[in-house]
């Protein structure tokens, strides 16, 4: 390691109050310098940005003083087996664009502290920034940190590498794959485990492995039972809403810089290249069950409904090591995350946890994750999983106590307190999910969002209900004078209370927006999670500038659309399709695709799509037979079905006109909508074709 980057590492660390003086020069990181994009600390990078306010700052310094930062063990462990960093920062698509760089936050390497950086956070964005390769048990199990949000790990097996969740990206896997070979010699990959059914587990596949290996067996690819089914339904039916959100949560508008985006609290950020998936040939079915690869033994634990609907780590018998998946991570999970998706079962987590202690944490000498950094040593170990275990339980356990005691899910937020022995734990910090936001997640998965209050259960849209608060407030100036009020008392939730409201009622009134932008600004430096951080940095962003125009990310490739089921995309269409337009509209439509044996019956009836596999109507108005391959091409957007007819690769047989009506009836979605009003983009994104489906790789969150 060069000496600039040990001293900016040591710096970062000291002035975390996180290690001691006396930081070995071999500490891991990437060659990353000042100079990198996002270096300078001094300037927001949006010109109506605004620094900290000094009560903001005065938070800061209080929570300082509560925070455990004499707690140095996490970093301890970060650095160890660090072998060796690349020589670059950069990692290129095979499209052109960047897929990673963890050179642009090079500047929390630069010894600062960031007075708009939660602390707690800082020292998380510092520890994430591990990059290169590491030794986690000598001579058998190394991972690649800081190539993409999670970790990918390589087990040295008799004659090959078995790869644990092989990143997002083609080309990030592909990397991490070849610098691994480059420092410890080059090995066949003869197994790859996707440890559950997020992308950034198994996107990176085809870097690491090719298709025809493992379909002759060669390979083995290992996932739990449900793994394809879950690897895209998850995410079909809200894509378009969840991947909007998820710019959000992501804030994907925001520099990386003091400022904006610090980091994803399991890792920096998502890679952007080539996602991939290739089927298992193998599936764990077993809650517990015993595999042997290559000569290493695993036995792999079934966690379903826990950080994903699918998941399992592995116990490694013959190493006393345990893979905890992303059960078990360095940072407390979404039970709800802000992008979107099914509430998860905080108590379910909790005794999978238990279930992973009692049955290996009395043995296991590592633990090691997807995320993250190893914990070594059986005390070390026992501590962090109880911890954890105890975490989730009490989310759950504490938020039903309260809600059987009439506490809503409008207030249990306000109410519920993680134990004190928990907050100076630092493997059960918040940064990922976040306290206030899981215990309603909680009262929601059990109670829903009605909280008893008839007021409530057909509120106003805020469009409509906007006005009439905005009348009897006094007006727009009586608001914007009380708000100016609050912020400059450091009430800024109750400030953001008020001018939301005169933002929904005007959405044109500059003064408002920019200042309810100023409240959400100062709310997200002080916010310990990321995901609540980002959505107030993204929300004053978007209030301040609007929305960019343009196409928008697209994370859907060719290997999830022939992984998507036929009856997924037919219920799709019927969720794309207009009500208003179909309103009237009555056919049945029978699909056949004679490769793959499947045949549906479509029916429009009542403004409403419905779909029934195995079976064929007698008297349909259209039959329409396609091979599903070629179907591929249409959920893709590459063909349309006049292109396949023209080709003789799809036939229609009846009265065509009722798939006209129906195509004509889809709205082609586009995550560009407004979530804060008056921030549409003046271009609107290019829309996907009629069938075509998009975006849905869920991210992991």
């Known amino acids: 390691m060069n000496n600039t980057l040990s001293r900016q590492i040591r710096a970062a660390f000291l002035v975390a109050g996180l290690l001691p003086a006396l930081v070995s020069a071999a500490q891991p990181g990437a060659v990353l310098k000042p100079a990198d994009k996002g270096a300078s600390a001094a300037k927001h990078f949006d010109p109506l940005g605004k620094p900290p306010s000094t009560f903001t700052l005065e938070l800061r310094?209080?929570?300082?003083?509560?925070?455990?930062?004499?707690?140095?063990?996490?970093?301890?462990?970060?650095?160890?087996?660090?072998?060796?960093?690349?020589?670059?920062?950069?990692?290129?698509?095979?499209?052109?664009?960047?897929?990673?760089?963890?050179?642009?936050?090079?500047?929390?390497?630069?010894?600062?502290?960031?007075?708009?950086?939660?602390?707690?956070?800082?020292?998380?964005?510092?520890?994430?920034?591990?990059?290169?390769?590491?030794?986690?048990?000598?001579?058998?199990?190394?991972?690649?940190?800081?190539?993409?949000?999670?970790?990918?790990?390589?087990?040295?097996?008799?004659?090959?590498?078995?790869?644990?969740?092989?990143?997002?990206?083609?080309?990030?896997?592909?990397?991490?794959?070849?610098?691994?070979?480059?420092?410890?010699?080059?090995?066949?990959?003869?197994?790859?485990?996707?440890?559950?059914?997020?992308?950034?587990?198994?996107?990176?596949?085809?870097?690491?492995?090719?298709?025809?290996?493992?379909?002759?067996g060669k390979v083995k690819v290992i996932a739990p039972e449900g793994f394809m089914d879950k690897a895209i339904a998850e995410n079909v039916f809200a894509g378009n809403a969840m991947n909007r959100r998820l710019q959000w949560q992501y804030s994907m508008l925001l520099d990386r810089h003091p400022n904006g985006h610090v980091d994803q609290a399991i890792g920096k950020n998502v890679a952007s290249g080539n996602i991939g998936l290739i089927a298992p040939n193998v599936l764990v079915s077993k809650d517990f069950e015993e595999i042997t690869v290559d000569g290493v033994k695993m036995v792999f634990q079934n966690q379903p409904d826990t950080e994903a609907p699918v998941q399992m780590s592995t116990w490694f018998p013959d190493f006393k090591a345990f893979w905890a998946a992303e059960v078990m991570t360095g940072t407390i999970h979404n039970i709800y995350t802000v992008r979107g998706a099914a509430v998860r079962n905080a108590m379910n987590w909790s005794k999978e946890i238990n279930n992973s202690l009692y049955h290996f944490g009395g043995e296991a000498e590592v633990m090691f994750a997807s995320h993250s950094w190893p914990r070594w040593g059986n005390d070390r170990i026992q501590e962090v999983m109880r911890a954890q275990r105890d975490a989730y339980a009490n989310l759950n356990n504490q938020t039903l106590h309260y809600a059987n005691k009439g506490v809503t899910i409008n207030e249990i937020h306000n109410v519920y307190q993680v134990p004190k022995s928990l907050q100076q734990q630092w493997s059960v910090r918040s940064y990922h999910g976040d306290v206030q936001n899981n215990v309603r997640g909680v009262i929601n998965r059990f109670l829903?969002?009605?909280?008893?209050?008839?007021?409530?259960?057909?509120?106003?849209?805020?469009?409509?209900?906007?006005?009439?608060?905005?009348?009897?407030?006094?007006?727009?100036?009586?608001?914007?004078?009380?708000?100016?009020?609050?912020?400059?008392?450091?009430?800024?939730?109750?400030?953001?209370?008020?001018?939301?409201?005169?933002?929904?009622?005007?959405?044109?009134?500059?003064?408002?927006?920019?200042?309810?932008?100023?409240?959400?600004?100062?709310?997200?430096?002080?916010?310990?999670?990321?995901?609540?951080?980002?959505?107030?940095?993204?929300?004053?962003?978007?209030?301040?500038?609007?929305?960019?125009?343009?196409?928008?990310?697209?994370?859907?490739?060719?290997?999830?659309?022939?992984?998507?089921?036929?009856?997924?995309?037919?219920?799709?269409?019927?969720?794309?399709?207009?009500?208003?337009?179909?309103?009237?509209?009555?056919?049945?439509?029978?699909?056949?695709?004679?490769?793959?044996?499947?045949?549906?019956?479509?029916?429009?009836?009542?403004?409403?799509?419905?779909?029934?596999?195995?079976?064929?109507?007698?008297?349909?108005?259209?039959?329409?037979?396609?091979?599903?391959?070629?179907?591929?091409?249409?959920?893709?957007?590459?063909?349309?079905?006049?292109?396949?007819?023209?080709?003789?690769?799809?036939?229609?047989?009846?009265?065509?006109?009722?798939?006209?009506?129906?195509?004509?009836?889809?709205?082609?979605?586009?995550?560009?909508?407004?979530?804060?009003?008056?921030?549409?983009?003046?271009?609107?994104?290019?829309?996907?074709?009629?069938?075509?489906?998009?975006?849905?790789?869920?991210?992991?969150?």
């Open 448 to 701: 829903g969002h009605f909280d008893g209050n008839p007021t409530n259960l057909i509120p106003l849209s805020p469009k409509d209900s906007a006005p009439l608060y905005v009348e009897m407030m006094g007006g727009s100036a009586k608001i914007i004078a009380k708000g100016k009020q609050l912020i400059a008392k450091g009430k800024y939730l109750e400030a953001t209370e008020i001018l939301n409201k005169l933002v929904f009622a005007e959405p044109r009134n500059q003064a408002a927006r920019r200042l309810l932008a100023d409240a959400f600004e100062q709310l997200g430096y002080r916010a310990e999670s990321t995901s609540v951080r980002n959505v107030f940095l993204q929300g004053a962003y978007e209030l301040r500038n609007g929305l960019p125009g343009g196409t928008p990310p697209r994370s859907t490739g060719p290997d999830t659309i022939r992984a998507m089921s036929t009856e997924q995309w037919l219920d799709f269409i019927a969720i794309s399709l207009d009500p208003r337009k179909a309103e009237g509209l009555k056919f049945t439509i029978n699909l056949v695709t004679p490769d793959n044996g499947e045949k549906f019956v479509v029916e429009l009836s009542n403004a409403t799509l419905t779909t029934i596999k195995g079976f064929q109507s007698d008297k349909p108005s259209l039959t329409i037979t396609v091979n599903r391959e070629d179907l591929n091409q249409v959920m893709m957007g590459r063909a349309s079905f006049d292109d396949l007819i023209s080709a003789g690769k799809a036939k229609f047989d009846g009265d065509r006109s009722s798939f006209d009506k129906l195509r004509a009836t889809l709205v082609q979605f586009t995550p560009d909508f407004e979530i804060m009003p008056g921030t549409a983009p003046k271009k609107k994104s290019v829309a996907p074709k009629p069938f075509e489906v998009v975006d849905i790789v869920e991210h992991d969150d």
């Open 61 to 216: 310094k209080g929570l300082e003083a509560k925070l455990p930062f004499a707690d140095k063990r996490d970093f301890e462990e970060a650095k160890r087996g660090f072998i060796a960093e690349p020589d670059f920062t950069k990692i290129m698509a095979d499209a052109g664009n960047v897929a990673w760089d963890m050179g642009s936050y090079g500047w929390l390497l630069t010894g600062k502290d960031f007075e708009s950086i939660h602390p707690s956070l800082q020292r998380q964005a510092i520890l994430n920034m591990a990059y290169g390769l590491y030794e986690v048990l000598p001579g058998r199990i190394y991972q690649v940190r800081g190539f993409d949000l999670a970790n990918i790990t390589f087990i040295k097996g008799d004659t090959g590498w078995i790869v644990f969740d092989p990143l997002t990206a083609k080309e990030t896997a592909r990397a991490a794959l070849k610098f691994i070979n480059e420092q410890l010699g080059k090995r066949p990959v003869v197994g790859v485990v996707y440890s559950h059914s997020h992308g950034d587990h198994f996107g990176g596949v085809r870097g690491v492995v090719d298709e025809a290996d493992v379909e002759s």
